[in-house]
């Protein structure tokens, strides 16, 4: 019960590997464009690479480039899509719905309807059997076609930003919903919220322009970014450069000072390496405060946004949260060259 | 009607308008205007008449159900598959929309006629289709099929795809996504693109005239036989008139009332944009 895939699509930039071990969920996350939705495509078999391969529990589902060309239409893959939208068909009820793929699958009506109940009682949904999907909330909806992907019993079940269409009031319960059936079953999620990664995935794979930028366990890809976007979900500042004897040179020349993560480095100094901090751990100055270990970051401030019950200051590429106090009385607007001054000790560094 | 809002109509505009629905409304007020109601029941009764609606009613009905049969695949080919002269296959197929039914005539007899393009095969097979009743379908179905065509496409073109691909992803193999999937989500269009047809296929004239000819019973379809009593008989090209008016007004009602689906389906939008309102609103 695995799948590994494998596959290019030069028109748009897209290079992608990965794999799932049995009963493992990977949430996938990137930017905008950054191939999700052309991965989820080409496993599903509704967009074709231009070479590789893919199989699924031992069975090829697609082997493309060589002299091989199989190709397995997406009725006969076994991976279910749930997409951003329900997409219930709107001309059959919440039951004919779920009881589709069952039927498909030349199931008999009657057994395809018991099945169909069983799943709608999984979503919390069986009192909407009768509905039409025009009848139905977004949040209701998509529990429904969560049971329909569901009904299928799908080898890979992939998920494309399932809550992205929800209110703030729909999303928490598909969450749970989602919990509590992706647990042991293979499913690769899309998503852009940090919470289902934690949540539902086991590892996380971070795409950007077609590439895989990083993937690891999702706690780790979070506690040690190693890509600006990895960085971003997990709220830190995030600087890469080449490791030096105590913490890493950035590429325009600034060194920044450290603590080393992780034994030693296998490397050692010359190495492509990052720094990470916490925006809480970043002071702003008005002038420059020498005096080591400290890193102090001449800046040029771009924004000033409100961040919980702290200020978000932006600038250089880098955050720092302080209070509003401390923001009123160092008088900060927009434009302004300030200090970002961060504890060596606070800076984590290690490998790229 | 909300009479607040601010429209931006300029007044003489409104002249205009009405100038434009005089054009279309007053001719069709002559011909109420012109019958004769004392003998407009004999009159659309007569042997001939009837004989003429029949025909008509017959032929378009057998040229609207080729027109879904061959319509549909056309129209789903045209609006999702990919092949090359695409664009130019879609042009040619709405020709007949805006080509002189005269010479649709000319080049259905050139084609199907015994000295046409299919004519010598035809005759080997112990067919003969000019001025048959064959010919007038073929006529009504050449100038109607863009109807159905362009209609269609454009509900399945604005439709998308996504459901189908749902389906497939589904385990449903293509036969049982176009069964299940595509033809239920396309009814509307069809229903309404069939009724279009149809009501064009009832009005015919030039091409029949000219391919089919002007038989009694066999080719002389209801506009035909208006033509013909036109000369003899105003009164009963008068009344028949009315006959084709009034099933012209049904047609327009079904095939451009609103909707029923969209209302719902709007009405369920609203709910959930109003379901997520209470949260933002606790004071």
């Known amino acids: 019960m695995t799948f590994s895939y494998q596959a290019a699509l030069a028109e748009r930039g897209f290079d992608v590997t990965m794999s799932l071990a049995a009963g493992e969920t990977v949430a996938v996350m990137g930017p905008n464009g950054a191939g999700k939705s052309t991965l989820l495509s080409s496993i599903a078999g509704l967009l074709k690479p231009d070479g590789g391969r893919a199989e699924l529990n031992g069975r090829t589902i697609f082997h493309l480039g060589g002299n091989s060309s199989r190709w397995t239409p997406p009725h006969r893959r076994g991976t279910a899509l749930l997409a951003q939208e329900p997409l219930l068909f709107p001309h059959l009820t919440a039951l004919d719905n779920v009881a589709f793929g069952p039927r498909s699958a030349g199931v008999p009506r009657k057994a395809a309807n018991r099945e169909a109940e069983r799943w709608l009682a999984e979503v919390e949904a069986l009192d909407l059997a009768r509905r039409r999907p025009a009848e139905l909330s977004g949040g209701q909806a998509q529990r429904v076609a969560v049971a329909r992907a569901l009904a299928t019993d799908p080898a890979l079940l992939l998920l494309d930003e399932p809550m992205a269409a929800l209110d703030i009031h729909s999303a928490p319960l598909l969450r749970r919903l989602l919990k509590r059936v992706l647990a042991e079953r293979q499913a690769v999620i899309v998503t852009h919220d940090v919470l289902d990664a934690l949540m539902l995935a086991d590892r996380v794979l971070i795409l950007d322009g077609g590439k895989v930028v990083e993937h690891g366990p999702t706690r780790r890809v979070l506690e040690q970014p190693r890509s600006p976007f990895a960085a971003g979900l997990a709220g830190l500042n995030f600087m890469p450069g080449t490791l030096t004897k105590d913490g890493i040179r950035t590429g325009r020349g600034r060194e920044v000072a450290g603590h080393l993560e992780e034994a030693g480095p296998r490397h050692g100094p010359g190495g492509p390496g990052v720094a990470v901090f916490p925006p809480s751990a970043v002071s702003v100055f008005l002038t420059d405060a020498h005096g080591s270990p400290r890193n102090s970051f001449p800046v040029s401030i771009t924004d000033l946004e409100p961040h919980g019950d702290q200020i978000r200051v932006r600038a250089g590429g880098l955050a720092a949260d302080i209070t509003p106090a401390a923001s009123a009385d160092l008088g900060l607007v927009p434009g302004m060259t300030v200090h970002f001054v961060v504890k060596a000790a606070a800076v984590s560094v290690y490998e790229a | ?283």
């Open chain 2, 1 to 283: 009607m909300n009479t607040r809002t601010y429209t931006g109509l300029p007044r003489w505009l409104y002249g205009l308008a009405v100038l434009a629905a005089l054009v279309v409304v007053l001719p069709l007020a002559a011909i109420v205007a012109r019958v004769n109601w004392v003998d407009f029941l004999p009159l659309v009764t007569s042997e001939s008449a009837l004989s003429a609606l029949g025909l008509s009613l017959r032929t378009s009905v057998a040229s609207t159900l080729l027109c879904i049969v061959l319509g549909v695949p056309l129209a789903l080919v045209l609006a999702r598959g990919r092949f090359p002269l695409q664009g130019l296959l879609r042009s040619l197929v709405l020709l007949p929309l805006v080509l002189p039914p005269v010479v649709g005539g000319i080049a259905l007899l050139y084609t199907f006629g015994r000295q046409g393009l299919l004519g010598g095969t035809l005759e080997v097979l112990g067919l003969q289709i000019a001025f048959s009743t064959t010919a007038v379908v073929l006529a009504q179905t050449f100038v109607a099929l863009p109807f159905l065509v362009v209609s269609l496409e454009g509900a399945v073109r604005t439709g998308g795809q996504r459901y189908e691909a749902v389906a497939a992803t589904l385990g449903a193999p293509p036969g049982v996504v176009f069964r299940r999937v595509t033809l239920p989500l396309m009814l509307p269009g069809l229903a309404s693109g069939a009724v279009l047809s149809f009501a064009r296929s009832l009005g015919e004239f030039g091409a029949t005239l000219t391919f089919a000819g002007s038989l009694q019973g066999v080719t002389r379809t209801l506009p035909l036989e208006i033509y013909l009593q036109r000369e003899t008989d105003p009164d009963a090209a008068v009344a028949l008139s009315l006959v084709l008016v009034a099933v012209a007004v049904a047609v327009v009602a079904l095939a451009y009332r609103r909707p029923a689906g969209r209302g719902v389906r709007q009405a369920s939008t609203e709910r959930a944009t109003a379901s997520a309102a209470p949260g933002g609103t606790v004071p």
